[in-house]
Nanobody, 121 residues
Framework: RFVESGGGLVQPGGSLRLSCAAS????????MGWFRQAPGKEREFVAA????????YYADSVKGRFTISRDNAKNTVYLQMNSLKLEDTAVYYC????????????????WGQGTQVTVSS
């Protein structure tokens, strides 16, 4: 089970840090992804990280602004979001799969409930 937190309302140019905490003892086995879904749009890939944290991958739209990381000792994956834009407004979801990450949402087995991020002036 995965629970996201850290969403909220932020002005353009601001920052937020999302967390996704996992229950259970096998968190380190999972590659993790962050996805987002804006109203009326399909769920889209944001970022992913390997089970070890040694590999990461980003959507072009967030590259250079967002950073994904994980702490396997804390069973948590993070998404640091800087220089936020209006178009980053969405519900953000974390997801898990084994053994490798992918950009395809349908390949992930376990999802969190989502956390709302609203970028507005």
């Amino acid at each position: 089970r995965f629970v996201e937190s850290g969403g909220g309302l932020v002005q353009p140019g601001g920052s937020l840090r999302l967390s996704c905490a996992a229950s259970g003892r096998t968190f380190s086995n999972y590659a993790m992804g962050w996805f987002r879904q804006a109203p009326g749009k399909e769920r889209e890939f944001v970022a992913a990280i390997s089970w070890s944290g040694g590999g990461t991958y980003y959507a072009d739209s967030v590259k250079g602004r967002f950073t994904i990381s994980r702490d396997n000792a804390k069973n948590t994956v993070y998404l640091q979001m800087n220089s936020l834009k209006l178009e980053d407004t969405a519900v953000y979801y974390c997801a898990a799969r084994t053994p490798y990450y992918t950009i395809y949402a349908g390949a992930y087995d376990v999802w969190g409930q989502g956390t709302q991020v609203t970028v507005s002036s």
